[in-house]
């Protein structure tokens, strides 16, 4: 896995441009009423070893499923599950440990052999362990997020996130049209390490989505005033286009079976209604005509690729339909609440996530609709919370939220509604929009 994860930093590496921007910080306001508590202790061995200790520990308390003692309450250090004296934490009420070391290879060799296990107070016992072998300093960061999707996943039982990524759209001076600048961002799942793809001057971008694999994203781009879908492969930086008819070509969504997408189209020039349409990743390459009646936007595939959620008004205000793909027959899910908009399903399909406004002119939240019974579940409060996007593992979900100022940020909610996190931008005139969170790496 981490072989994988470095791969990426590289591709990312090679693809940023020598421009300046923001980076995103992490702030829990509200988590779990009983987070799992642990100690991460400082590995024996280099000094290197506290970058990265330090990511270990702020990834799982970013989940907000996790109490991680802080450095200055650590009763021992030790470095193997042999030389923990389990009576000397029993004041901070510690359940598991991580420990380990960092040995350089040789003398002056930059390269290192980092073991780490995690260990539980029932027993002693070490729940799991890996060595990773000739790792450089650079490489401390991934190896972090790789260690703590590790402890995640013993501990909860889902796979952790830690190693994902995040593509956003970072907007500078939006209300100045001389000045406004767009640019397609790729980063860590919690904000750091920001990765320009794409910068341009004027013409907005918006709406990347990931595919299935992970290789490419694509997005809506603004070129001499006309929308138009395009991909970008994010390895080479190849970019494809792949819808530009005349009036709005918008709303692209990766099949997670296949290498097609569904875009939004009104194919005239003055018009704003907007037909749903399969297409494959290439300059107009339409295969299918999915709604005919009403304004439809934001499809978004169910995980078994064999449907499609969608925003339609044919009943009036917008709601959220579903359609069978073979068939074309589609039913409306939702009907309480004044609108309903940009649909998507939890990998598990059980949920769909979506923009829900209750009463007209009220605050816009980020609200969960159960397929089986229905019910519909405000997760966040406004007032204007935009564009969810699912963590792979279902647990989380990213948002758009609109700060007292009207900037607008990032922030997190779990899918129970139990976690909330705020993701600020660092520096008054960012502005971040449409949040995708990729699918696993590796």
């Given amino acids: 896995m981490l072989k994988k994860c470095i791969k990426y930093m590289v591709i990312w590496t090679f693809l940023v441009s020598s421009f300046s921007f923001a980076s995103l910080r992490i702030e829990i306001n509200q988590g779990m009423n009983k987070p799992f508590p642990i100690a991460v202790v400082p590995f024996s061995g280099a000094s290197v070893e506290s970058k990265l200790i330090s990511v270990v520990s702020r990834d799982l308390m970013n989940s907000g499923r996790f109490q991680v003692a802080s450095r200055n309450q650590l009763p021992q250090q030790p470095s193997q599950p042999a030389q ?32 780490f296990q995690l260990v539980s107070q029932l027993g002693n016992q070490a729940l799991t362990g890996r060595v990773f072998k000739n790792v450089s300093s650079q490489q401390f960061v991934a190896l972090g997020h790789t260690i703590a999707d590790y402890i995640y996943q013993t501990i909860t039982g889902q796979r952790g996130y830690f190693t994902t990524k ?27 390490n920001p990765q320009v793809l794409l910068r341009q001057k004027r013409n907005p971008l918006a709406s990347p989505v990931w595919s299935a694999d992970g290789s490419k994203l694509a997005y809506v781009s603004y070129v001499n005033g006309r929308m138009a879908v395009y991909t970008i492969e994010l390895r080479t930086g190849k970019r494809t286009l792949v819808a530009n008819y005349p009036g709005i ?7 997670p079976v296949s290498k097609i997408l569904a875009v939004a189209l009104s194919k005239a020039k003055n018009s704003a ?10 300059a107009n390459g339409i295969v299918k005509q999915l709604t005919y009646s009403g304004t439809n936007t934001s499809p978004a595939f169910s995980p078994s690729g064999k449907s499609v959620a969608f925003t339609s008004t044919r009943g009036g205000q917008p ?87 009207g900037s607008l940020g990032l922030a997190m909610v779990s899918l129970d509604g139990s976690i909330h996190i705020n993701l600020p931008a660092v520096g008054s005139a960012v502005n971040i929009q449409s949040p995708a969170w990729s699918p696993f790496l590796g």
Avoid: C
Avoid at 273 to 282: E, N, S
């Fill in 166 to 192: 995040l593509a956003y759209i970072d907007v500078s001076h939006p209300y100045d049209l001389r000045r406004a600048q767009y640019s397609l961002i790729v980063s860590d799942y919690d904000g750091q």
């Fill in 249 to 255: 070509n918008s709303s692209p969504a990766f099949d």
């Fill in 319 to 405: 709601q959220i339909y579903m359609m069978r793909i073979n068939d074309l027959s589609a039913k409306r899910l939702t009907f309480s609440g004044t609108q309903n908009f940009d649909p998507k399903f939890t990998p598990d399909g059980k949920y769909i996530i979506f923009m829900h406004q209750a009463t007209r002119g009220g605050s816009i939240e980020i609200a969960k609709l159960n397929l089986q019974t229905n019910k519909i579940t405000t997760l966040t409060k406004g007032p204007v919370d935009k564009s969810p996007s699912i963590a792979p593992n279902g647990n989380m979900i990213i948002y758009t939220k609109t700060h007292s100022n």
């Fill in 273 to 282: 209604t907007t037909q749903l349409y399969l297409t494959k990743p290439k």
């Fill in 84 to 115: 923990i004296n389990w009576n000397m934490w029993s004041s901070l009420g510690t359940e598991y440990m991580l420990v380990g070391s960092v040995v350089p290879t040789a003398p002056n060799s930059g390269k290192y052999n980092v073991t």
